[in-house]
């Protein structure tokens, strides 16, 4: 693994770790604004604390050595969270600043995943040969 992939990986998780630790704390405590704009989305009050929770373990998860297949069921996780926050506001029509952060968690989140180092990802072992 080059230096530069190293680099992109380490900014994109630690972002990426900050970004969903700062959100899923805010969720967690149902911050006003947030139980607002969760109601004008459609959504239960009670999805923050789910979603809270969800993203403070995940956030722990990308940052901890190891633990591949968890690694991979996190980034899903976190490209379902924030793909879903970005449809639901284009859904109903928010304005493009309401955008701005689950868009950026959505590219920290592919960042992330795509310059993972090896030990980091699934080993893909190869299936050996039936035996006769």
Do not use: C
């Amino acid at each position: 693994m080059t230096k530069t992939r190293k680099i992109i990986y380490w900014i994109a998780t630690i972002w990426l770790a900050l970004g969903m630790t700062s959100t899923g704390i805010v969720q967690l405590i149902h911050y006003s604004k947030e139980v607002q704009k969760m109601q004008v989305l459609g959504y239960p009050s009670y999805f923050l604390s789910i979603i809270g929770v969800w993203k403070l373990l995940g956030a722990l998860v990308v940052v901890l050595p190891r633990l591949p297949l968890l690694k991979e069921w996190v980034y899903a996780g976190f490209f379902f969270t924030m793909s879903g926050a970005v449809f639901s506001h284009l859904a109903i029509g928010d304005p493009a600043i309401e955008l701005f952060g689950p868009l950026l968690l959505l590219v920290l989140t592919m960042l992330s995943w795509y310059f993972r180092p090896p030990q980091r990802r699934l080993s893909n072992p190869q299936p050996s040969a039936p035996s006769a």
